[in-house]
């Protein structure tokens, strides 16, 4: 090996990220920072092998491009691309055994996502030095499967250094290498079941397309009898926002902002910071580390023109070219805004204070929502406020429901769960007409439609219970109040993935009386906590809180001995 082009490269985009000269988000300089301390330390179970980093690199970059102004001409790697797959494939143990087990890259759209993850599985079937590598591309469809499949193919089928070299076989629906008994498959949701899998390597494409996280489960499975296997998704952003692609996004960020501790998985988010102008090249610039390559400065500036000028098209434009995530034409809250605003707080230091609650009551096999709403005058001399969400499910629901996430919310505590097919409205009842007790509760909001039996129940225990009917007149002005409350960082609460979900399917529409009123796109979007929420603030703004009940975090509070937490 003359020199080490590759990770030259890759140490130069760091240096370049690092210092400004090339324009990122905060998730790209964190990946590029995690990548240069781990290089500087000087006690790691795991070193640095240049060959190793080198060897993918040379790799793919004796392959071709097989679509686009450049089919026929060898993949150039850029220096982005130079330090993903160096530092993927640079660490390992004293055995040799990759140190990264699991990759998850997030770039926008027109980034080339499918060529290189095409020569990824290449190499993991003909150079990675394992025997019978199953390698797999994986989608919701065959069809999305095959994209990174069907490149590999092409890239294979006329290589004829790379067949004679590993004695490669391209077939119809599969790559070969019968010397190491090693094999390439597209594999997808709808082709039956996926067990009995021992994957070598495989490349999820285009992760935010996956409603639930089976494939992702039955994949990180299969690769726990390989001694160093990758899990390699790729994607850009999405919309389902309560789905695996966003549950790994977000525990990318948190290792990314040290508040996780993973060494096995490499990754990286290509966005926009808040606060960045997305109307702008800049952004887009920022976004996009093929800008200039494969990203076309004047098809992508026409888009943006046109995501402009167009309101319908503005959050595609976003999702797809800024990876931001979005949910809807016409989606209600900014979510990077709603999520800016968690803090480390606790329901015990609010005891004894004034407060009140929001309840939106489920039908008989829903989620029902009961919202807790606390004020306080902060520092910077403004009222903030402080939302406690709690959530019901029968647990027969959890079960049954499509919704994936709901099992790990519940195991987390996230839901509470009634015995049975229905929800237990007694338990419910009993649990808020010990909860309310806890505080100063000046007023409980609820629907009559579904709960004036509940709100009979609860005021016989001295509940003061409103009604607050679900409509645009009681709505509209506290629907906007928090979301003018989140814009200007006065509404808290502690992280809460069942809470991110339900703002993410706050759909709204303003009528010619500039009223609006929250409503979901599908009957799955569920936005109990954000009506119940909606219910709280109509409370606060009746009853003129700011003014008639305002209180000190450091006013003295009723002290118990115990929390309401557990009924």
């Known amino acids: 090996m003359a020199g080490n082009e590759y990770v030259d490269r890759a140490n130069g985009y760091i240096e370049d990220v690092l210092s400004g000269k090339i324009p990122a988000c905060r998730w790209v300089k964190a990946a590029c920072e995690r990548q240069k301390a781990d290089l500087a330390r000087p006690v790691f179970e795991w070193h640095f092998d240049e060959q190793r980093a080198w060897r993918v690199c040379r790799f793919i970059s004796l392959l071709r491009h097989v679509k686009g102004p450049l089919a026929g001409e060898r993949i150039e790697l850029q220096p982005w691309q130079c330090f993903i797959l160096t530092t993927i494939f640079g660490w390992v143990d004293e055995k040799g055994h990759r140190r990264y087990h699991e990759a998850f890259v997030e770039v926008p759209r027109g980034s080339g996502k499918s060529t290189l993850m095409s020569g990824v599985a290449l190499y993991m079937l003909c150079a990675d030095g394992e025997k019978g590598a199953d390698v797999y591309s994986f989608a919701t469809t065959r069809e999305q499967a095959k994209i990174v499949f069907d490149d590999a193919q092409a890239m294979a089928r006329n290589n004829a250094p790379l067949k004679e070299r590993y004695g490669l076989s391209v077939l119809a629906h599969s790559i070969v290498v019968p010397g190491t008994n090693s094999r390439f498959m597209a594999k997808s949701a709808d082709a039956g079941t996926l067990d009995g899998l021992n994957t070598h390597c495989a490349i ?134 709603w999520q800016k605003c968690a803090r480390d707080i606790r329901i015990e230091d609010f005891l004894g204070q004034y407060c009140v609650y929001g309840i939106d009551l489920s039908s008989k096999s829903d989620i029902t929502a009961v919202v807790k709403l606390f004020w306080r005058l902060k520092d910077d001399n403004q009222v903030h406020y402080y939302v406690f969400p709690d959530f019901w499910l029968p647990s027969e629901q959890v079960l049954k429901s499509a919704n994936s996430q709901y099992k790990g919310w519940a195991s987390q505590g ?117 009506v119940a929420l909606i219910t709280c603030m109509n409370q606060a703004i009746q009853l003129q809180v700011e003014t008639n009940y305002i209180q000190q975090p450091s006013d003295s509070a009723i002290m118990y001995e115990s929390t309401p937490s557990v009924v």
């Open 414 to 530: 996230l839901i509470h769960t009634t015995e049975g097919p229905v929800v237990d409205l007694g338990a419910i009842q009993e649990w808020i007409a010990k909860d309310f007790m806890y505080y100063q509760t000046i007023a409980i909001g609820f629907d009559p439609w579904q709960a004036t039996q509940l709100a009979q129940n609860l005021m016989a225990y001295g509940a003061p219970m409103v009604e607050v009917s679900p409509n645009v007149k009681n709505f509209s002005e506290p629907m906007k109040q928090v979301q003018a409350l989140v814009l200007q960082d006065r509404i808290h609460f502690v992280p809460n993935p069942v809470m991110d979900w339900m703002v993410s399917n706050v759909v709204c529409h303003m009528d010619a009386k500039d009223n609006i009123y929250p409503r979901k796109e599908k009957p799955e979007n569920k936005i109990d906590g954000i």
């Open 204 to 337: 999820i494409d285009e992760l935010h397309a996956h409603k639930t996280r089976t494939v992702y489960d039955v994949v990180k499975t299969s690769i726990g009898k390989r001694a160093q296997p990758l899990l390699f998704c790729i994607t850009t952003a999405g919309t389902v926002l309560d789905g695996i692609w966003m549950e790994q996004r977000q525990y990318v960020q948190k290792i990314l902002s040290h508040q996780a501790d993973d060494d096995t998985l490499f990754g990286i988010v290509y966005t926009i910071d808040e606060g960045d102008d997305w109307k702008t090249e800049d952004a887009v610039r920022k976004a996009s580390p093929n800008f200039g390559v494969s990203v076309q400065p004047r098809e992508i500036l026409s888009l943006l023109s046109k995501a402009i000028a167009t309101p319908a098209e503005e959050n595609n434009y976003k999702t797809k070219y800024l990876d931001i995530p979005c949910t809807s034409n016409h989606a209600w809250m900014p979510i990077l805004r």
